[in-house]
């Protein structure tokens, strides 16, 4: 950035560079735990007439509250939640902004327990809220005794966590969440943008709402939805809650074309969904395979794998690359990030991996 603008800029943005995976053009993109299935033809149709729908209305903006769409996110999440508990926007990295924006901000401390989705401290830097990392294990594992004590440390007005957690790609126990909850003065936002991908028996904070009213789930329709390129993340919590990010939130912010078309989508969450257990048979098949290949692999309840140890993850990201296979490096020592997509995506990277040493 060139000299001048570090000038005008916040000093405490100066130096910084923007977050955002490399959008390479290869043949095998396993970076951004996109889903690799196109939509159906079938939803391909109804999502072309709902948006047909709105076009001559464009000359109004849309409906500020998103109520109907709300009411379809509602009845999508089940656990009897009603639309004055759901709240929608451009992804869910826009409705984290907005809870960092109402509830965190200069003089707060929002605390997250690393290595987690990177994109929570940027959200506090942006917002000028203090960042407290209350770290893992050894074996990126949060134990409830561990995750209490940096919350009564740090008194944070916001925690973040993640389950399943990006990038290690496992679901938190449990006893973790409820833990914090009893814990924390603040809001306690459970980030489950991997939800749909987790493992049979393992429970989603949506149980938990009914009991504490502090308590945010966040979600999107990016990853299990195929639903990435429209922008559609949501929150569950206490009405309450919903009302209080209305404060920070841009008026008209969710278009009425994407309104109509999460709608439309949302519809055919079936079928959208079909593609859930492929998916999650492909990232059950990546662990196992890499596994007996010798790899070290955590486990996951998401769309994507985090396998390692390398000497030089760097150099292993590039080797795979010039195969054509584009995974993420996380900045994370030793360790690489892969998306599980279709089977022929999966033989590619498998294939690709059998030529790599650690
Ligand atoms: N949370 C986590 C853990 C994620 O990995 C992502 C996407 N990379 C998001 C939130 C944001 O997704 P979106 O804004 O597309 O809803």
Known sequence: MTEWVQQLLREDLRGLSAYGAPQLD????????????????????????????????????PDREAVKLRADLAAYCGHGLT??????????????????????????????????????????????TGWADGLRGERFELTPEHAAEQVRLHQPALVLLCSPNNPTGTALDFAVVEAVLAEAPGLVVVDEAYAEFRRPGTPSALELLDEHERLVVTRTMSK????????????????????????????????????????????????????????????????????????????????FVLFGRFADQKAAWRALLDQGVLVRDVGLDGWLRVTAGTEQETDAFLEAMKGLSA
Do not use: C
């Open 83 to 128: 639309a004055e508990q759901l709240w929608a926007a451009n992804g869910s990295n826009e409705i984290q902004q907005q809870l960092f924006q109402a509830f965190a901000g200069p003089g707060r401390i929002a605390l997250g327990f690393g290595p987690a989705y990177s994109m929570h401290p940027l959200l506090a830097k942006g917002t000028a």
């Open 224 to 303: 299990a939805f195929a639903f990435a390129g429209a922008r559609v993340g949501y929150l569950a919590a206490h009405p309450a809650i919903v009302e209080a990010v209305q404060l920070v939130r841009l008026p008209y912010h969710l278009s009425a074309l994407t309104q109509a078309a999460a709608r439309a989508a949302l519809a055919h969450a079936d079928v959208l969904l079909g593609t859930v257990e492929a998916i999650k048979a492909q990232r059950d098949r990546i662990v196992s395979e890499l596994r007996a290949d010798g790899w070290e692999v955590a486990d996951s309840d998401s769309n």
């Open 26 to 61: 290869v043949p095998v993109r396993l970076n951004t735990n996109e889903n690799s299935y196109q939509l159906p033809d079938e939803v391909v149709r109804a999502v072309q007439r709902a948006i047909a729908g709105e076009i001559a209305d464009l000359n109004r903006y």
